[in-house]
């Protein structure tokens, strides 16, 4: 926002999806995790990505995010290819994950901090924000999803549930514009969940664009999404 010029490897983002995958696969090891997965996901979409454990869902976020590379084919995220050459630019990738959070199906991977208060913190402050509105971010996104009162505890005494509303209050926290949520289930109490999904909802009728991954098909309140199916074979079904 503001910045002259054109990033490294960015496109044109005229008409550009959120996300794009085309023709990506990605293996490890050996071990095939996604086989020539294509498909897209528009500006203010909701999108479930469902199947069963195993399927590559995991592995899609972390492409889409730079924690990996696909081994063959095309990532783009906000009009940026998300590969090793373009990622390898400190400002680009600082910039993409501003722009587009992923909150862990594992808690414990994404927290760090010593309060849930610097943990929700950690973001704006990142975007060289002033004290005073990472206060009101923090303040905001912690009334959000029912976590007013917890500034002064440890992310590591919460329950499964708290620990998954406090990675997604310190993503949401940075304003991003495309959020994925890998396994929104797992951890979540109803209450949590119907917080969550009232977010998810409001976050998308004001414009931004949600990637959901699931393998619970019927217990995610997620009325208006889109739908892809991954099978066992790691591939769009």
């Not at 492409?63 to 630019?89: K, P």
């Not at 505890?153 to 514009?177: C, Y």
């Amino acid at each position: 926002m503001g910045e002259r010029g054109v990033a490294a490897g960015a496109v044109d983002a005229s008409e550009q999806p959120a996300m794009r995958f085309e023709h990506v696969s990605f293996s490890y090891e050996g071990h095939v995790a996604l086989d020539d997965v294509s498909f897209q996901v528009m500006p203010g979409e909701l999108v479930a990505l469902s199947g069963p454990n195993g399927c590559g869902k995991s592995t899609v976020m972390r492409l889409a995010s730079g924690l990996d590379f696909a081994s063959a084919g095309t990532v783009a995220v906000l009009g940026q290819r998300v590969d090793a050459t373009t990622m390898s630019d400190l400002r680009t990738a600082k910039r993409l994950h501003q722009r587009a959070g992923l909150v862990f199906q594992n808690p414990d991977s994404q927290l760090f901090c010593p309060s849930v208060y610097e943990e929700v913190a950690f973001g704006p402050r990142q975007m060289g924000l002033g004290e005073d509105e990472v206060a009101r971010r923090v303040t905001d996104t912690l009334a959000l999803f029912g976590l007013a009162g917890f500034e002064e505890r440890s992310p590591w005494r919460l329950s499964g549930g708290e620990k998954r509303r406090v990675a997604l209050a310190a993503i949401v926290s940075m304003g991003p514009e495309l959020l994925m949520l890998d396994e929104l289930v797992d951890g979540l109490d109803v209450e949590s969940l119907g917080r969550v999904a009232d977010f998810i909802e409001s976050y998308v009728a004001a414009g931004g664009t949600v990637l959901v991954t699931t393998h619970h098909h019927d217990h995610v309140r997620l009325p208006e999404a889109r739908h892809v199916v991954m099978d066992a074979h790691h591939r769009i079904a």
